[in-house]
């Protein structure tokens, strides 16, 4: 049902006819139209007349001023797609601003990431059908932001560029209903979802998002650590490797990211004072009432290095706050987990380095 080309720094989709579009990527906000640009730019894009830049780019590609723009810093080339019979997805994505209700600042609209869907259905629908197809995709975005971890404060929705358009024929005799709970809106929100959630799944990344740290970082954290009781005559630089190599091998398994997501979702939960008999005020001051942030990083400590590791773990969270380290500044049960990882990889490195195992 739909066409995409690739001519310099834009991504053209186009239709087999003209569709009525709702998107707030046109200052119409509904529009009638075939076709439908997203146009790559650079991450520090600032214009002071965005419209403009919008019809400036219409008149090169020749197109009709009612067609939407979409902006985005995020690679076009690497768009994904998928049609069924009920319509179909093309999304863009990149994830580098995500926001949030409690997001500790504001930005101002810009393009360094954004989340861009363009979804259509191939059955008619009344204008509020339409709009409330707008409402189902706007909700798959959410929830496949959530489920991808974005780092926010609290729970993300996305970035705060997003921007979203869907199209179909409008008709009174159409359908009015397009939620989650019908065939076609279910089935576009999969889609949604399946494409969104493919995005960016490497290791490092997914480990940024759930503790706040890469691997490097946590990598650097360790060999301060290490260095507090380093063994005689060990070059520093055969330890860094080791650590990274070690660490890098336990987030292969999924029994460690298991640890790793259940503390992220606990954070989510104490930040959004959504934890039962847990004020937020207690979650913020890291009360002293809550074990289970420490049991948990026992827990892991003991599965990856026995009781080595969970020796080592507590001679980890004692030196992370008195020497400020950046990990020590994590939310409630994700130092912890920090603290896990470490210890019982320094654990295992010293074994290696004092008894040759």
């Known amino acids: 049902m739909v066409k995409v080309t690739i001519e ?11 569709m009525d579009i709702m998107t707030t990527a046109h200052k119409n906000a509904i529009i009638k139209s075939k076709t439908i640009v997203i146009n790559q730019v650079e991450k520090n894009f600032k ?10 780019i219409l008149i090169k590609l020749n197109q009709d001023s009612n067609v939407p723009v979409f902006l985005t810093a995020a690679d076009i080339t690497k768009y994904k797609t998928k049609e069924n019979e009920y319509g179909g997805a093309l999304i863009t994505a990149g994830f580098e601003v995500p926001n949030c209700i409690y997001q500790e600042e504001t930005f101002d609209v810009d393009c360094i990431g954004t989340i861009n869907i363009i979804s259509w259905l191939n059955i008619k629908l009344t ?18 932001s959530s489920d991808l971890l974005l780092r926010c404060k609290s729970r993300s929705s996305g970035t705060s560029s997003d921007a979203i358009g869907v199209a179909a024929k409008i008709s ?47 990598v650097d954290e360790a060999m301060f650590i290490y260095n507090k009781a380093p063994v005689p005559n060990i070059d520093g630089k055969q330890v860094y490797n080791m650590i990274y190599k070690e660490l890098e091998n336990e987030l292969k398994d999924p029994n460690v990211w298991s640890y790793i997501i259940a503390a992220r979702e606990l954070d989510l939960r104490g930040e959004s004072n959504t934890f039962p008999f847990l004020s937020k005020e207690e979650y913020e001051r890291d009360s002293k009432m809550i074990i289970s942030d420490e049991a948990l990083a026992s827990s892991l400590s003991i599965y ?33 987990i920090v603290s896990a990882l470490i210890g019982s990889t320094l654990s295992r490195i010293y074994d290696h380095l004092l008894r040759g195992k």
């Open 8 to 18: 310099n720094n834009n991504l053209i989709l186009e239709f087999d006819e003209s």
């Open 304 to 336: 990856l290095s026995g009781f080595k590791g969970l020796t080592s773990t507590y001679w980890v969270d004692t030196i992370k706050d008195k020497e400020n380290l950046k990990f020590s500044k994590l939310p409630m049960f994700e130092d912890d």
């Open 127 to 144: 204008l509020s059908g339409l709009l409330d197809f707008f409402r189902t995709v706007t909700e798959a975005k959410c929830i496949s």
């Open 47 to 56: 214009v002071r007349n965005v419209e403009k830049y919008k019809n400036d």
């Open 172 to 218: 009174n005799n159409g359908i009015m209903y397009s939620g989650m709970a019908t065939k076609h809106g279910n089935s576009i929100a999969r889609i949604i979802h399946e494409l969104l959630i493919s995005f960016d799944k490497d290791t490092n990344t997914m480990l940024k998002r759930s503790l706040g740290l890469s691997l490097s970082e946590i």
